[in-house]
């Protein structure tokens, strides 16, 4: 493992680490198959972490780190709001999942997941899924999402673009007085399973939609899968109404935030923001921002579900619930003077300050 900020000492080798103190961060390394994964555990005050695995090249070390500790972070407030019990973790493993996933590297990590005896509960992200988590749920109790087929709820990605379609609904509710996308053009960036899910859900709605997308196979495959999509090179900046951020984080910046037109933005992807200042910017040109961590809850609903054992159909209306959420949260920044972000955070603050000692 590479040292960053050796001078500052484990504690301060990361601002995220730093700023929001992590209950636990274990890295895992295992030579004969390959795996180099860090799983974070923020907060176990609700109930264990659970948070999904996340295979990527990172560029580097610095930034796996960086990007486990803000995800799990983002997981501890995303549970609370969600209503669920569950703390916050996330893991990810290092690596291009096209060419280095591998049932051995599942079962090392899910070999190290199983010795925090159930503090951490692992799901799906971005570079695995359901397969990865069949393979995982054979060494290690700790798993949800898993196929039908092996005891599990199947797939996320419908219920998470249930939960973005509810939130978006609320966002055009508090923007135009109606809750719906009828007549309005959406920009979905990213159509990978969620992007997807969301897109048949607006076109359904009544609503236009265009996307983009860096994989030039999940393109063609939404173009002929949905033949009413345009297809662009960056909805990000086109004149769109909605702008849905459904792929990496951090596509929020100070220089983006000055260029997009749209009037409401509401997406999948976590940590859209680059930094804080960016929603004020957002504020500051009128334009409502739905926080991610409340818009993307459908998957945890899913998989809490899963672990107790719900019917599919109170799972769904669980999801259904995220729309007065919203309308909530959005509702109180207007009153407050506030921005989204805030008013969310307090939302979810409010049900972690009432447990006593914890952790987050």
Same mark, same amino acid.
């Given at each position: 493992?590479?040292?960053? @900020?050796?001078?500052?000492?484990? $504690? ?9 103190? @992590?209950?636990?961060? !274990? $890295? ?65 493993? *290092? ?30 992200? !971005? ?11 054979? @060494?290690?109790? @700790? =798993? ?17 673009? &249930? ?11 508090? !923007? ?24 048949? &859900? ?26 009413? !999509? ?72 899913? =998989? ?17 619930? *995220? ?38």
């Amino acid at each position: 493992m590479t040292v960053v @900020h050796s001078e500052a000492g484990v $504690f301060g080798r990361s601002h995220e680490l730093s700023a929001r103190a @992590h209950e636990q961060v !274990v $890295f895992c390394e295992d030579d004969r198959s390959g795996l180099k994964a860090i799983i974070a555990i923020h907060s176990t005050a609700l109930g264990p972490a659970l948070g999904g695995t996340r295979f990527h090249p990172y560029a580097d070390e610095s930034a796996a780190l960086q990007d486990v500790l803000r995800l799990s972070w983002g997981m501890t407030y995303k549970a609370a709001a969600a209503g669920v019990d569950l703390g916050g973790g996330k893991a990810v493993i *290092i690596g291009d999942p096209a060419t280095q996933k591998s049932e051995e590297l599942l079962a090392a990590y899910a070999r190290f997941v199983e010795t925090l005896g159930g503090r951490y509960i692992t799901a799906g992200d !971005v570079g695995t899924n359901t397969d990865d988590l069949d393979v995982i749920g054979q @060494h290690t109790r @700790h =798993v949800t999402g898993r196929s039908v087929a092996a005891g599990g709820s199947g797939d996320s990605a419908r219920l998470t673009a &249930l939960g973005v379609f509810h939130a978006m609904r609320a966002g055009a509710e508090s !923007v135009w007085g109606a809750p719906t996308l009828a007549g309005r053009t959406v920009g979905i960036e990213g159509v990978g399973k969620v992007g997807r899910e969301l897109t048949a &859900l607006l076109l359904a709605d009544g609503a236009e939609v265009c996307v983009a997308d860096v994989n030039e196979a999940a393109l063609h495959r939404i173009a002929d899968e949905q033949p009413a !999509v345009r297809l662009l090179s960056t909805v990000a900046t086109a004149p769109v109404d909605v702008y849905a951020p459904c792929a990496m984080g951090a596509t929020l910046t100070a220089s983006s935030a000055a260029a997009i037109e749209a009037t409401l933005i509401c997406g999948a992807a976590n940590n859209q923001l680059a930094t804080p200042a960016v929603e004020q910017a957002l504020t500051g040109r009128g334009i409502t921002w739905v926080p991610d961590f409340v818009a993307n809850g459908g998957g945890l609903i899913q =998989v809490a579900g899963e672990l107790r054992t719900a019917a599919p159909a109170e799972i769904d209306d669980e999801v259904a619930e *995220i729309y007065p959420r919203c309308r909530e949260i959005i509702a109180a920044a207007k009153a407050e003077g506030i921005g989204t972000g805030a008013a969310a955070n307090r939302f979810a603050e409010r049900r972690l300050d009432a447990i006593p000692g914890r952790c987050a």
